[in-house]
């Protein structure tokens, strides 16, 4: 794997080239093209760049971010349409290796007419699955170019990528690096699955942002009470925890104080990638604040809730078209939105 230009811990954060390096998956997604039909019974599947890492990466790329990824694809042809999609959406493909026996990850998605998902994943391990500390040491330097780096919990799931992700959440954490998560939680990629809120949590602790659904709180956080689970949150130590809420909109935790904001009215086709695009919105509004040397813990309210406002808006519209990608914004297209 890439390293990429260099930056030790003690460069300033306003100098690093990027603004978030997603670490994690990218896979191929396959999402059949009428919605509310089984399975058995989709003749035709629309391929799209997928993977919850890969789709921030696409998300804040389109709203003007300097976005990278880091993550192991495989020699075929797939691999190669991620490549070639990630470089046209203007995503920084230095972290990105290709292995050189497993295959690209890819993933056939149901959707319901109500815009619900099932998934059917083939990935056996897949080539982001097998990411080694190796790799992470190839890409020190992309890490620690960066100002933040952001993470799912898939890594999380198996050796030897959770050997990885631990390595490269030390690493940068050594570099002066803001951590970012969203868990993304898939408890069927786990070996053990009474594994996952412990691991989970302890790769979360300290970070400077945490977005959460509403739908992982019971298993990850042990309530269902959004008031309660943002507490425990900042408890492990997380500067600003939000909890997305679906067309509720979401409820944020952060020194500045707590709070709710309301979800935009539209009309839902896939939700896919929704929170992906919340996540990326969120970052492409905190960007400026970084470059002028504040963390997220150091906004006022003001601020803090014109970011997740907009935030939702990014998310509104990922969800009015099929694909996880397909209705990422730019920052013309959310003109209007309210």
């Not at 100002?147 to 959440?169: K, T």
């Amino acid at each position: 794997m890439a390293a990429g230009a260099g930056a030790g811990a003690g460069v300033s954060s306003a100098t690093r080239r990027l603004d978030v390096l997603s670490v994690g998956e990218a896979i191929v997604d396959f999402f059949g093209d009428r919605p509310g039909v089984p399975m058995a019974e989709i003749e035709t599947f629309h391929r799209h760049l997928g993977g919850a890492p890969a789709n921030l990466a696409v998300g804040l790329a389109r709203l003007g971010g300097r976005a990278g990824l880091l993550t192991l694809v495989g020699d075929d042809g797939f691999g190669q349409f991620l490549l070639a999609g990630l470089r046209a959406e203007g995503v920084d493909v230095g972290g990105v290796g290709v292995h050189r026996t497993a295959r690209t990850g890819i993933t056939f998605v149901c959707v319901g007419l109500h815009g619900e998902r099932s998934f059917h994943f083939y990935r056996h391990p897949s080539a982001d699955m097998l990411i080694t500390e190796a790799d992470i040491a190839g890409a020190a330097g992309v890490i620690a170019d960066s100002r933040v780096v952001h993470f799912g919990s898939s890594m999380l799931a198996r050796e030897p990528s959770r050997a990885a992700l631990l390595r490269a959440l030390e690493l940068a954490r050594g570099a002066g690096c803001l951590l970012s998560t969203d868990p993304n939680l898939r408890l069927h990629l786990w070996e053990d699955p009474g594994q996952a809120p412990g691991l989970i949590k302890r790769a979360l602790e300290g970070a400077a942002v945490v977005k959460i659904s509403d739908d992982e709180l019971a298993p990850l956080l042990g309530t269902t009470e959004v008031a309660r689970a943002g507490r425990l949150l900042r408890d492990l130590g997380v500067s600003v925890a939000v909890i997305t809420l679906g067309a509720r909109g979401c409820y944020y935790d952060a020194p500045c104080g707590t709070g709710a904001l309301p979800g935009l009215r539209v009309e839902v086709v896939d939700t896919t990638g929704a929170g992906d695009g919340f996540t990326a919105g969120l970052w492409a509004e905190l960007a400026p604040h970084l470059a002028a040397g504040r963390t997220p813990a150091e906004l006022s309210r003001g601020e803090l809730e014109a970011a997740l406002g907009f935030a939702n808006r990014v998310a509104a519209r990922v969800v009015t078209r099929l694909g996880a990608t397909a209705a990422l914004p730019r920052r013309s297209e959310l003109e209007g939105m309210a």
